[in-house]
C-alpha cells in the first residue's frame, strides 16, 4: 500500500507545485479575477493540511461581484488553470444594492494543493523499505 501511495505521489509531482508559494497563489487569484471582469473582494488562506502528509493543501474562501457570465468565465478559468484548485462550494446571491443590475455576490471555498518534497522523500523511504521487506505492516 505505501508503494502505491509513493507511486501516487509521484506521478502528482509532474503537476503539484513544489511550494505553497502564496504570493503566487494571491497573483493567480488575481488574475483570474482580472481576466474575467470580476471584482475581487474579501480573500482567505489557510493551511488546511495535516502533519506529515506529502501532499498539502491551502485552503482558499474568496468573496467577489460581478454578472452570471463573469462568474461562470471565472470558473471555466479556475477549470483551466495549471494548479489544480478544488471548489467545494460556492455561493451566488444577487446584490440587494444593484436590484435589476444583473450584480452578483459570489463566494467559492475551495483548496489548492502543494507536495511537500522532504515528506515525499519520507514516504520513498518508507516506500523502499517495504520492498526490500524490512518493515512489516
Same mark, same amino acid.
Given at each position: 500500500?505505501?508503494?502505491?501511495?509513493?507511486?501516487?505521489?509521484?506521478?502528482?509531482a509532474?503537476?503539484? *507545485?513544489?511550494?505553497?508559494?502564496? *504570493?503566487?497563489?494571491?497573483?493567480?487569484?488575481?488574475?483570474?479575477?482580472?481576466?474575467?471582469?470580476?471584482?475581487?473582494?474579501?480573500?482567505?488562506?489557510g493551511?488546511?493540511?495535516? *502533519?506529515?502528509?506529502?501532499?498539502?493543501?491551502?485552503?482558499?474562501?474568496?468573496?467577489?461581484?460581478?454578472?452570471?457570465?463573469?462568474?461562470?468565465?471565472?470558473?471555466?478559468?479556475?477549470?483551466?488553470?495549471?494548479?489544480i484548485?478544488?471548489?467545494?462550494?460556492?455561493?451566488?446571491?444577487?446584490?440587494?444594492r444593484?436590484?435589476?443590475?444583473?450584480?452578483?455576490?459570489?463566494?467559492?471555498?475551495?483548496?489548492?494543493?502543494?507536495?511537500?518534497?522532504?515528506?515525499?522523500?519520507?514516504e520513498?523511504?518508507?516506500?523502499?523499505r517495504?520492498?526490500?521487506?524490512?518493515?512489516?505492516?
Amino acid at each position: 500500500e505505501r508503494g502505491d501511495r509513493y507511486g501516487e505521489l509521484q506521478r502528482l509531482a509532474l503537476i503539484t *507545485p513544489e511550494s505553497k508559494n502564496l *504570493p503566487e497563489i494571491i497573483s493567480m487569484i488575481e488574475a483570474m479575477f482580472s481576466r474575467t471582469g470580476n471584482i475581487l473582494g474579501d480573500l482567505t488562506i489557510g493551511d488546511a493540511s495535516s *502533519p506529515g502528509e506529502a501532499l498539502k493543501r491551502v485552503f482558499l474562501e474568496v468573496s467577489s461581484k460581478g454578472s452570471y457570465n463573469s462568474s461562470l468565465n471565472l470558473l471555466a478559468d479556475i477549470e483551466k488553470n495549471i494548479r489544480i484548485f478544488d471548489i467545494t462550494s460556492i455561493t451566488i446571491a444577487e446584490d440587494p444594492r444593484f436590484q435589476d443590475t444583473g450584480v452578483l455576490n459570489f463566494q467559492i471555498r475551495g483548496d489548492v494543493y502543494w507536495l511537500d518534497q522532504e515528506a515525499l522523500v519520507l514516504e520513498q523511504s518508507s516506500a523502499d523499505r517495504v520492498r526490500s521487506g524490512k518493515e512489516l505492516n
